[in-house]
């Protein structure tokens, strides 16, 4: 297969040997950027490019961006073009700069688009507020915290920090490396703030475990949002923390607002409403808006038989993956943790072997996860000794999550001997997890083993392993309370504890009554 500038090299041979005596209007470089917009594919590029070398435009740095961009847009194959045609060009102004960085950013390789960058700061490039959200991209891409960084004080320094590119840019970046904090200093000194950067910040709370916070965030947007309105990213991007809070006030508002403004049910939002109505334990409902969507992805599929699932409805969950099969659908790693956890719930060991060895049939590797679901399958079932002769018979050294999974198990059927084996892996592969100590820590008083006991909380305080308080969140007019055991530090604490001790009566007036 010729590549683009075999072709290229073809075409000019051919205009150089036809009739030089036959007039031909002379085209300027807007003729060419419109023909360029006209392009159907490679081939087609190929030969506008072509002509623009001929006519001895191909210096034109305007141009040479369009066709930087247009070869980019053809993905990976077409970056090693509108590299040439960047490293070709004899005067690059900013805008080429920033459309290679771009292409680079978004097509790969990611580290190119750094290297570029590099060459601009050697080079004495003026930048400008549209290089740097793509050379941000790019470290986000590349897992490269330091670099990220490393640019954001470059930022700081020229005095671009408070652009809403560079800004909406950052706040992504830090959302990936779950500097949450961050991304919000950053976001709250962008001056006037557009739909990316709520949307942007929204994610990063939902995406980094703060549900509650995600919440809040979209009230702030509706109350002071300065004129900009939700949109469909904005939905997808709260809908998980909708679902983690059971939040279904805000859910059903999603909901209301996406058929009101015409949205269309889209693959993502199907998925998140599914997800969102089972959470809030409105399972119909889920199973309306399924059955609603004209060809459901895998995405879909996967909510379906996940609602289905953590509800215990393990046969409705298989039904729902069997027709996914039926219909040609190829399941991935998520659909099978989801159908293995399903058949866990319900105690379907033989189903759950089934569906495991059935992974080998397409082609998905059976990770750690699918493990930790086969050892939890035969756990809940009370074979504690086959799940451990399944973990000692695994291909690959068990992790975490397995060895967990065994030691939930060994705490509902009191088996302390294989606890203590369990937990003493643990100990090594997930040391600052407070839970595991406490479980072993629960075992040993529940058997009144007292020193045993004090050994292992001991540990954890010689560790500093320190277990997260729990606490109950209550919604009350769009602001969420959360409470902790015997948690005075409400400014309405007084009011509540007496509410509380009025309701204990009643409870109390009601048993005595029952008992009449």
Not at 259 to 281: E, H, P, Q, R
Request: charged share 25%; with cysteine.
């Amino acid at each position: 297969m010729l590549s683009c500038y075999s072709i290229l090299r073809l075409h000019i041979l051919k205009r150089c040997f036809r009739d030089v005596s036959m007039p031909r209007p002379q085209r300027d470089s807007y003729d060419y950027s419109r023909l360029l917009q006209s392009h159907s594919g490679h081939k087609s590029l190929a030969q506008i490019h072509a002509q623009i070398i001929t006519s001895g435009l191909d210096h034109n740095p305007f141009l040479a961006s369009k066709l930087v961009s247009l070869y980019a847009d053809l993905g990976r194959g077409g970056m090693e073009d509108a590299r040439k045609v960047f490293d070709r060009a004899p005067q690059r102004d900013v805008l080429l700069w920033n459309v290679m960085i771009r292409s680079y950013a978004n097509a790969g390789p990611q580290v190119e688009a750094i290297v570029i960058f590099v060459r601009m700061l050697r080079g004495s490039v003026p930048m400008n507020c549209y290089t740097y959200p793509f050379v941000i991209k790019a470290c986000a891409a590349l897992g490269d915290e330091q670099i990220g960084k490393s640019v954001h004080g470059h930022v700081v320094r020229i005095g671009l920090d408070l652009d809403l590119f560079v800004g909406n840019a950052l706040v992504t970046f830090y959302a990936k490396y779950h500097e949450v904090a961050t991304g919000r200093k950053v976001f709250d000194s962008i001056r006037v703030k557009d739909i990316v950067s709520w949307n942007s910040m929204i994610a990063g709370y939902a995406q980094n475990d703060d549900a509650s916070e995600a919440i809040v965030l979209l009230h702030q947007m509706l109350k002071n949002g300065e004129g900009c309105k939700p949109d469909r990213v904005t939905l997808v991007a709260v809908l998980p923390a909708c679902t983690e809070m059971a939040a279904a006030q805000e859910g059903m508002w999603a909901h209301s607002y996406a058929v009101k403004t015409g949205m269309g049910m889209d693959d993502a939002l199907a998925s998140g409403f599914i997800g969102m109505y089972a959470n809030c334990g409105r399972l119909d409902t889920s199973r309306e808006l399924f059955d609603r969507v004209g060809n459901p992805n895998l995405v879909v599929y996967n909510s379906m038989i996940q609602a289905y699932g953590n509800h215990g409805h393990a046969l409705e969950a298989l039904e729902v993956f069997n027709k996914m099969l039926e219909l040609g659908a190829a399941p991935d790693s998520i659909c099978f943790i989801c159908v293995l956890s399903a058949c866990s719930h319900a105690g379907l060991v033989d189903k759950g072997f089934e569906i495991f060895e059935m992974m080998d049939n397409y082609g998905v590797d059976k990770g750690q996860v699918h493990y930790a679901c086969m050892v939890d399958l035969l756990g809940r079932a009370g074979q504690l000794s086959r799940a451990l002769e399944f973990i000692m018979a695994m291909p690959i050294e068990p992790e975490k999550d397995v060895w967990g999974a065994l030691l939930g198990a060994c705490r509902i059927y009191k088996n302390i001997e294989l606890a203590e084996e369990a937990a003493k892996r643990l100990f090594l592969l997930d040391a600052e997890n407070a839970g595991r100590y406490s479980a072993l820590a629960s075992m040993y008083e529940e058997a009144e083993r007292w020193e045993d006991a004090a050994r292992v909380r001991k540990a954890m305080r010689d560790r500093g392993v320190r277990k997260p308080l729990g606490c109950s969140m209550v919604e009350v007019d769009t602001e969420i309370h959360a409470f902790g055991v015997e948690d005075e530090s409400h400014p309405m604490a007084s009011d509540i504890f007496n509410v509380l001790e009025q309701l204990q009566k009643v409870v109390a007036e009601e048993e005595v009554a029952s008992l009449g």
